[in-house]
T-cell receptor, first 112, second 120 residues
Framework: DSGVTQTPKHLITATGQRVTLRCSPR?????VYWYQQSLDQGLQFLIQ???????AKGNILERFSAQQFPDLHSELNLSSLELGDSALYFC???????????FGQGTRLTVV | AQTVTQSQPEMSVQEAETVTLSCTYD???????LFWYKQPPSRQMILVIR????KQQNATENRFSVNFQKAAKSFSLKISDSQLGDAAMYFC?????????????????WGLGTSLAVNP
């Protein structure tokens, strides 16, 4: 158990809908990262938050947004969903001076 | 921009044998970290081993070891005495060291993975 919790584990929704993925980082970790794992593009960095503030953006679509709350949990919001958004979405957390990231079990999103 | 390449989409090994997974990367940075992550069917992303670029000594974790060749930008993973539980996708990943301030972007840059099968 990495200590990073993601909910839900599975999500099936229709095109055009909006969903929210939730992540609770390891106790004490201030950094949260979101990654998307799709079959054709591998793992892609989406966005990073540190102690409530956005720190870096990767290949995140404008239809997607995220935030980190005062209790350090983070949410990734995906809207106007398309079939191509079907993927495994990972959250990872790391300590301030830590070297490695610890991953949650991911949320499998299927858009039908 | 940094890139990571895993040239072996699939590999197989007999139980108890040794297998080596390849990874090459491209960077202009002199200091960085390299990782191997394992993703079993459970989908959990599990850290296998980590290498700091400034260290010449190859990292070792039990049956897992790396061959880090900085000049060649190569970072291969050797699994000794392979076990059935080693069957998984293995990902090589790169991370910049970044400036020494809290919250600097430590995003991982990933290879496409190698699927390892372990045959009994």
């Amino acid at each position: 158990d990495s200590g990073v919790t993601q909910t839900p584990k599975h999500l099936i929704t229709a095109t055009g809908q909006r969903v929210t993925l939730r992540c609770s980082p390891r106790s004490g970790d201030l950094s949260v990262y979101w990654y998307q794992q799709s079959l054709d593009q591998g793992l892609q960095f989406l966005i990073q938050y540190y102690n409530g503030e956005e720190r870096a953006k990767g290949n995140i679509l404008e239809r997607f947004s995220a935030q980190q709350f005062p209790d350090l949990h983070s949410e990734l919001n995906l809207s106007s969903l398309e079939l191509g958004d079907s993927a495994l979405y990972f959250c990872a957390s790391s300590a301030t001076e830590g070297h490695e990231a610890f991953f949650g079990q991911g949320t499998r999103l299927t858009v039908v | 921009a940094q890139t990571v390449t895993q040239s072996q989409p699939e590999m197989s090994v007999q139980e108890a044998e040794t297998v080596t997974l390849s990874c090459t990367y491209d960077t202009s940075e002199s200091d960085y970290y390299l990782f191997w992550y394992k993703q079993p069917p459970s989908r959990q992303m599990i850290l296998v081993i980590r290498q700091e670029a400034y260290k010449q000594q190859n990292a070792t974790e039990n049956r897992f070891s790396v061959n880090f060749q900085k000049a060649a930008k190569s970072f291969s993973l050797k699994i000794s005495d392979s076990q059935l539980g080693d069957a998984a996708m293995y990902f090589c990943a790169y991370r910049s060291v970044g400036p020494n301030n809290a919250g600097n972007n430590r995003k991982l840059i990933w290879g496409l993975g190698t699927s390892l099968a372990v045959n009994p």
